[in-house]
């Protein structure tokens, strides 16, 4: 018959060494882990940046189409109330030489 203290020790040894394995296995798979997370973290960073740069770059080009427009429209009202003016003007101006005819 075995000795239970050969024994004990024999398992005590292998359950020291397979919680060693398994630590370390562990370990590994957690640096793994976290050497992928900093990855797509410097990925998503990256991705994150890219899309600022081309939002602002849209929103530039948005500004300053709108301010074409803005300018356009000005304008546009800007000659037509000028031209009605001048008639208005005109008119005026004929009624007071109509006025001041001997």
Do not use: H, Y
Request: with cysteine.
């Amino acid at each position: 018959m075995m000795e239970p203290l050969p024994t004990l020790i024999a398992f005590f040894c292998g359950c020291t060494v397979g919680a060693g394995i398994f630590w370390l296995t562990q370990n590994v798979i957690a640096r793994e882990r976290s050497r992928a997370a900093k990855t797509q973290t410097d990925a998503l960073t990256s991705l994150r940046g890219e899309i600022e740069d081309r939002l602002k770059i849209l929103a530039g080009d948005a500004l300053e189409k709108n301010q074409k427009s803005f300018l356009e429209l000005a304008r546009a009202q800007f000659d037509a109330n000028q031209k009605v003016i001048r008639v208005e003007n005109d008119k005026k101006e004929a009624a007071i030489k109509s006025l001041l005819k001997p």
